[in-house]
């Protein structure tokens, strides 16, 4: 049964029995009431007919004697009138319920004397009257007989005087016996109520108890229980009673709450133990950085940093940073705190406690630690990775630069030594065929050798520019370019424009103008290659410490945000290799590409004063 199915049944039960008593009490109260109401009209209509029956019954005598000692009939006539009420009082009596026969005999009684007396009494002294008015006695034997009659009626009259107090006192005896069982029912009535009250705040109470002791100790027993779970005995349960009620399925809920609980924190705490075991055992550094300060790293952070964990946790996130990159971190530290977009890869350099510098790629991530917002870093030590990549860049650069000055010697040696030398074949061919007139059988072949020679010459020019242009080694990174684009826009139709601006100064290596111009000639081809434009601009701008190369066309454009997370071989060595270039001579490469709105590929390098680097040889 639930417990609001018992409280309701409970307090109805209540209320019956609050009802049944209160009906037994008004059913008391009803007859006390109805007890009295009988009693009063009863006591009042006795008092009435007593008082009534007295008074007619000594008007008649006083009509009587009045008209006995007057010989007035008036008096008479007055005594008739009392006689006809007198009879209806008797009646009237007469007709006093069952109840009242205790009454009746007395007004019977009391009937059979007034009309004895009528009858013996009034009769004879009206007779003696009339005996004296036709004067058959005298005065004064009249007076005897009035007397002796009179003394005759008088005991009559006291039997009815004595039956009129009886009738009186037994009416208010009756009034107070009757009056006593009314106050007694009254009283029962207060009795009854009085209990009712007593009975339903004793039972209310009583319930009141059983239930809020039912209610109190199960919730205490629910609280007992989340109180020793909160003490972390996550076994805890409550025990079950058989019973079905509210309280009964709350501790079942509470129950399968700290079932689901302990399991929830097993799991947890399994996954927190996977969690850190790989963590610890991770080879990139793990921390996280709350209020500016390390609050957690891992053991390969220790490495990393070459201090201890109690050193670190505490610290200042910002104290290992080289001075250059400590405004970069902290803007994107709190940039990410507050939801800003920030790239979450960046480099960074940090300083170990032995004070070398450590060259860390760091991806960063906003979460939460303790109920607070907080940033975790996953650190990796590239210092080594740097290096090799250094290494390995100048040693492309070297073997570039090797291979620019071959491409320089064979070039030259092409068209200094080989051109030379053809040329001067070909004029000795022109002689030969001029010494041979035509129609000569060796005419045409010294025509054909002529014409075979100066396609080799040609060819030469034509291969030793390809190599290398001269203009570069003689005019310079401007003009060679200017030159390379008109050249492209003769070859391939594509409209091409060039603009250069200011000169390239003394600070700028040739090994870099090399590389600037071989950038436009592989930016030039892939336009011929993949653009489909119809239109490029390639652009320099030289500065004094730096110089910008643009490439802009009108092409189809493509997706280079995919080409930059891609694997060397998907780029393809051009683009690559620029790239790859470009930060070899500390310089930055960009490509901005929309999909049928072009690409421009940026090339800016550092112009760094002579002085300060030994100037290449190409
Ligand atoms: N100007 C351009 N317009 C459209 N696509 C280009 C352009 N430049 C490069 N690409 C795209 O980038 C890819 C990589 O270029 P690149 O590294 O020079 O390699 P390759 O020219 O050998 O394909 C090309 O295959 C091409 O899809
Ligand atoms: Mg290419």
């Known amino acids: 049964m639930t417990l609001r199915t018992r409280i309701v049944s409970g307090y109805l039960a209540i209320i019956l029995i609050t009802g049944i008593v209160c009906t037994v009490a008004i059913h008391h109260y009803i007859k006390a009431n109805r007890t009295y109401e009988e009693i009063s009209k009863n006591y009042i209509l006795i008092n009435n007919i007593v008082n009534e029956l007295t008074y007619r019954i000594a008007q008649r005598q006083t009509a009587l004697q009045g008209f006995l000692l007057t010989g007035k009939t008036k008096y008479l006539m007055a005594y008739d009138e009392n006689v006809i009420p007198v009879k209806m009082l008797l009646k009237t009596a007469g007709d006093l319920n069952e109840g009242q026969k205790i009454y009746l005999a007395l007004f019977e009684r009391y009937a059979t004397l007034a009309q004895n007396w009528e009858d013996n009494i009034a009769e004879a002294e009206k007779e003696s009257r009339r005996r004296l008015d036709s004067g058959l006695i005298g005065q004064e034997q009249y007076i005897d007989e009035i007397t002796r009659i009179d003394g005759k009626g008088r005991p009559i009259l006291r039997e009815m005087k004595a039956v009129e107090e009886r009738l009186q006192r037994m009416a208010r005896k009756e009034v107070t016996s009757r009056s006593a069982a009314a106050a ?6 207060r009795n009854t109520l009085v209990a009712i009250a007593a009975t339903t705040f004793f ?10 002791n039912r209610i109190t100790s199960a919730l205490k027993r629910v609280v007992d229980a989340a109180n020793v779970i909160s003490a972390r005995n996550l076994s805890y349960r409550i025990p079950i009673t058989a019973k079905t009620d509210e309280l009964d399925s709350l501790a079942r809920s509470f129950n399968l709450m700290a079932e689901r609980l302990q ?14 075991v790989s963590v610890e055992n991770a080879n990139d550094g793990i921390f996280i950085v709350q209020d500016g300060k390390y609050v957690f790293c891992n053991q390969a952070f220790c490495r990393i940093t070459g201090y201890d964990l109690d050193e670190l946790v505490g610290m200042d996130s910002l104290h290992l940073v080289v001075p250059e990159s400590k405004e970069m971190i902290n803007e994107r530290y709190f940039k990410r705190l507050d939801g800003q977009e920030v790239p979450r890869v960046t480099q960074a350099e940090f300083l170990s406690k032995e004070g070398k510098i450590k060259h860390l790629e760091i991806s960063a ?12 870093v996953v650190a990796r ?13 100048n040693l492309s650069e070297q073997i570039i630069r090797t291979q620019e000055e071959e491409r320089k010697r064979i070039s030259h040696e092409l068209h200094d030594e080989i051109g030379q030398t053809l040329t001067a074949i070909n004029l000795n061919v022109g002689l030969l065929r001029r010494q041979h007139p035509v129609g000569s059988a060796s005419h045409p072949i010294c025509e054909d050798i002529q014409g075979l020679v100066t396609k080799i010459v040609d060819d030469i020019h034509r291969i030793s520019y390809n190599l290398r242009p001269y203009v570069l080694d003689n005019l310079g990174l401007v003009p060679a370019l200017k030159w390379w684009t008109t050249e492209f ?20 290596s040739p090994v870099e103008e090399t590389f600037m111009f071989r950038f436009a000639q592989e930016a030039l081809t892939n336009v011929l290659k993949h653009a489909e434009a119809a239109n490029v601009f390639v652009s320099i701008s030289c500065r004094s410490n730096k ?33 790859e270039r470009a930060l070899g001579f500390d310089g930055t490469f960009h490509i901005i590409s929309a999909l049928q709105k072009g690409t421009a590929l940026i090339v800016e390098l550092p112009c760094v004063p002579l002085e300060a680097e030994e100037k290449g040889s190409l």
Do not use: C, H, P
Not at 489 to 508: C, D, L, S
């Open 184 to 189: 007694a029912a009254g009283g029962r009535t």
């Open 203 to 212: 039972m209310s109470l009583t319930f009141g108890l059983i239930l809020s």
């Open 263 to 276: 399991e929830g924190i097993r799991v947890l705490r399994e996954s927190e133990k996977k969690y850190s």
């Open 365 to 376: 991530g906003l979460i939460e630690y303790e109920n607070r917002n907080a940033v975790l």
């Open 381 to 393: 030590d590239i210092t080594e990775r740097r290096d090799y990549e250094k290494r390995l860049r």
């Open 489 to 508: 826009q003769k070859r391939t139709g594509i409209k091409a424009r060039f603009q250069a601006e200011g000169e390239v100064q003394n600070g700028f």
């Open 547 to 579: 110089v910008k190369m643009v490439i802009q066309d009108d092409g189809k454009g493509f997706d280079a945000e995919n080409l930059s997370s891609y694997s060397a071989g998907r780029w393809g060595m051009g683009l690559f290799g620029i790239k």
